[in-house]
């Protein structure tokens, strides 16, 4: 079956620091691969994807490659904010050979970002 | 403007008593999705609608039930809530379900269990 696997948290970073967010998935099919981020108090919202191998993904600052020989799609930032403080989940959705998933997202467990001034 | 709505925000039961949580969305979408969410794991999804055809997750257990009125509406019933029920459950949307298309979350309704 699916599964993404993420880098265990919570993460602690100063602001204007690098961050980077590992994540590797397994699927059977070719699946789309996307960035989900739940800041506090509200719904997950879609920070960037990325659907085919090569492809990257932008957006806010962050991007994140689909390297399919490593089936990884690690999220990263070359300086974050204090306002970047968040749970970050790391998602794909898999037709299967030929098939359709109706947009059913498999998620990682999530990391939590801190950021301090 | 919110586009996906779920009420309430924070629902405490009691154990074995039956529960609705609600979602509502504006954006005509077709599918809509109930995941459950536990401290510190990943969303978990139940089931979802596409139109009006219901599809469970294999793994759902039958206490948790759903109902899709009409397109805007949807519907979490948890029959007997235990403790273990207690968790965030979500709702999301998508267009059309394609792959690679974005989902739409709620808020969120937290569940509480006594």
């Known amino acids: 079956g699916n599964s993404v696997t993420q880098m265990e948290g919570p993460v602690t970073l100063s602001e204007e620091a690098f961050l980077t967010i590992n994540c590797t998935y397994t699927?059977?099919?070719?699946?789309?691969l996307f960035w989900y981020v739940q800041y506090p108090g509200e719904g997950l919202q879609l920070l960037l994807k990325a659907t085919k191998a090569d492809d990257k993904g932008s957006n806010k600052g962050f991007e994140a490659t689909y390297r399919k020989e490593t089936t990884s799609f690690h999220l990263e930032k070359g300086s974050v904010q204090v306002s970047d403080s968040a749970v970050y989940f790391c998602a794909l959705s898999d037709g299967g050979a030929g098939g359709t998933s109706y947009g059913k997202l498999t998620f990682g467990q999530g990391t939590i970002l801190t950021v301090h001034p | 403007d919110a586009m996906v709505i779920q009420n309430p925000r924070y629902q405490v039961t009691q154990f074995g008593k039956p529960v609705t949580l609600s979602c509502s969305q504006t954006l005509n979408h077709n599918v809509m999705y109930w995941y459950q969410q536990k401290s510190s794991q990943a969303p978990k999804l139940l089931f979802h609608y596409y139109d009006k055809d219901f599809n469970n997750e294999a793994d759902t257990p039958d206490n948790f039930q759903s109902r899709r009125p009409n397109t805007s509406f949807c519907f979490l019933d948890i029959r007997s809530p235990g403790l273990g029920d207690a968790a965030m459950y979500l709702c999301?949307?998508?267009?059309?379900?394609?792959?690679?298309?974005?989902?739409?979350f709620g808020s969120g309704t937290q569940l509480s269990v006594l």
């Open positions: 699927a059977t099919g070719y699946p789309s």
């Open positions: 999301a949307t998508s267009r059309t379900g394609a792959t690679n298309e974005k989902l739409f």
